[in-house]
């Protein structure tokens, strides 16, 4: 794809409107950022109609910073907003989820009713193992059911759920015990990644060596490997649950009763254990996943293809989608598993109308040639959405023409754990979109781009995000540690919250992400974004994928490193790489400035990623800088890094 190409895409006067359908659904609501906008809370308290309350609030927000509460003195149950209320109101027979496993003719198709038998008998074998309202139960678990019917049984109990990715180490998995003090583990004796086993209890059993206070661990048994076994502590989901009644009578629970903490990752310092509440976060991710995505519940089938170990799992796999009764896709498996056209069977075969990925992954889709998606009917999609991290905009035309074919909207949405449900994203139907931009933030919710001093930019400018007022889902606190909460969210810019994002405001004053500050790279003086860097690379035609770290350099304090997959049309002779090298950094020096060179360029056939699709910068800061690799359990492969290592002198290229 040409330079050109893409800059007519980034044109403001080419952004791609609405199209008429959507416009003419929009209509009814085209008023909804007046509303919000005159009174937010006021706003807020009407989308909590959204819940099922057992006695209905009479308060909204209480905002004392950094602490906030939402609709406090209202009583409801998580589950029973997600589940009972759709048996209840005549929707038991609607598929809630459509679950494919790892391996291709392995499914299961759950529907509410079912849904809600399991979610009750699981609640109750809980009971029985002797969990209770407060207590902590981690979730190590692959994606299957039994994971989902975990979750809202727990919650359902007035328990907290402390779910904990499955590609974690047990040295991972005990530290997030220990901090939130779990008493119960609920985990599988293994799950499938293409095809091949992948334990999980050795994992758990060795992390409780270091967690005595641990009195029970559920243990479903999914791959039947061998496990060991520690007689009355450990059960088999099978001999506890199965026999369990499938009638639950939920009780209700205050509205800011603490429902799950999730522990951020992916730097060396002690994760923060982010925890969130029942009515705010209920009321945010129902309201977000029902504007964002346009659901209509009774012929939508969506599917968010994450991991229920991260946040988008929790808010629009789980809550989110559920609230609002809808139909969805539940995948065990990689994008591979089976082949590089999984995914496009799966979406042809269900009829799959919204699609909700990262742009690691799309980009991961795109090296495989769009030849692969253009041998499906993929005419059932409607709606395409991006989360997890700034999308450059070849990979979102490229969503755009060979997955959604041109004529699918793409809400390209930012929102972090912290903030529990999206805070910026397009609207189909109301608002216009550009490839790669956010645009701006959801009704009732305030952002701003401000300078060093918290000064707001003006359009054409860069800076800070922050959000400047409270929101329904935000989180809560750092899980036993309220002075690092305030220290690290609340006091770089004194009565905004910042969780250490960069962003601009381009002509038209829309929003675009650029990723983390801290990986911002000073060069000769310059400051320069990593992402700014990546999208240049990305946005040659030989690039499928790229990763730009910071590294020291006496000269200019720091200099630009970059980890490149090439799309398999490249040729793969040493005259080949060194012609391309040679072009990308010309490349960069032409679209960004000959500042952003990069000093070297290493090809690699893969990048490290967690099994979630991100790409561990970290680590390939700790190659850059000859430094040893810290823990790489959570990694795919971890193989990666040591290869990528020894390719260091073999693609490096001194800058000219």
Known sequence: MSEAKIEAWLDEDRAFAPSAEFTAQANAQSSIYEDADADPVAWWRRQADRLTWASEPTTSLEWNLPN???????????????????????????????????????????????????????????IELGVKKGDRVAVYMPMIPEAIFTMLAVVRLGAIHSVVFGGFSAEALASRILDSDCRFVVTADGAFRRGAASPLKPAVDEA????????????????????????????????????????????????????????TSGTTAKPKGIFHTTAGYLTQVATTYNYVFDVKPETDVCWTAADI??????????????????????????????????WWKIISQYQVTILYTAPTTIRTLMKWGHQIPAAFDLTSLRLLGTVGEPINPEAWMWYRMNVGGNRCPIVDTWWQTETGAIICSPLPGISSTKPG????????????????????????????????????????????DPDRFLETYWSRFPGKYFAGDG?????????????????????????????????????????????????????????????????LSVGETEQDHARVIEELRAHVANTISPIAKPRQIILTPDLPKTRSGKIMRRLLRDVAENRSLGDVTTLTDPTVVNMIAGLMDTHATSED
């Open 68 to 126: 906030a509460t939402w609709f406090a003195d209202g009583t409801l149950n998580a589950s029973v907003s997600c589940v009972d209320v759709h048996v209840k109101e005549g929707r038991g027979d609607r598929v809630a989820y459509h679950w494919v496993g790892d391996a291709e003719g392995e499914s299961r198709t759950i529907t509410y009713r079912e849904l809600l038998g399991e979610v009750c008998r699981t609640a109750n074998a809980l």
């Open 208 to 263: 409780l060596k270091s967690c005595p206070d641990v009195s029970a661990v559920l243990v479903v048994q999914r791959t039947h490997e061998d496990v060991d076994w520690v007689e009355g502590r450990d059960h088999w989901w099978h001999d506890v649950v199965d026999h369990q009644s499938d009638v639950h009578e939920a009780q209700a629970f205050p509205a800011e009763t603490t429902m799950f903490i999730m522990y």
């Open 309 to 342: 170990g991260w946040i988008t799992g929790h808010s629009y796999i789980v809550y989110g989608p559920l609230i609002n009764g809808v139909t969805q896709i539940m995948y065990e498996g990689l994008p591979d598993s089976g082949g590089r056209d999984r």
């Open 437 to 480: 931009a956010a645009m701006r933030s959801l009704p009732g919710i305030s952002v701003a781009v401000v300078d060093d001093s918290g000064k707001e930019v003006g359009n054409g400018e860069g800076g800070y995000l922050v959000i400047t007022a409270p929101w329904p889902s935000m989180t809560r606190g750092i899980w036993g």
């Open 503 to 567: 962003a601009k405001l381009d002509a038209d004053g829309d929003l675009w992400l650029l990723g983390r500050v801290d990986d911002v790279m000073n060069i000769s003086g310059h400051r320069l974004s990593t992402t700014e860097v990546e999208h240049a690379l990305v946005g040659h035609p030989a690039v499928a994928e790229a990763a730009v770290v910071g590294a020291s350099d006496e000269t200019t304090g720091q200099a630009i490193v970059a980890f490149v997959t090439l799309k």
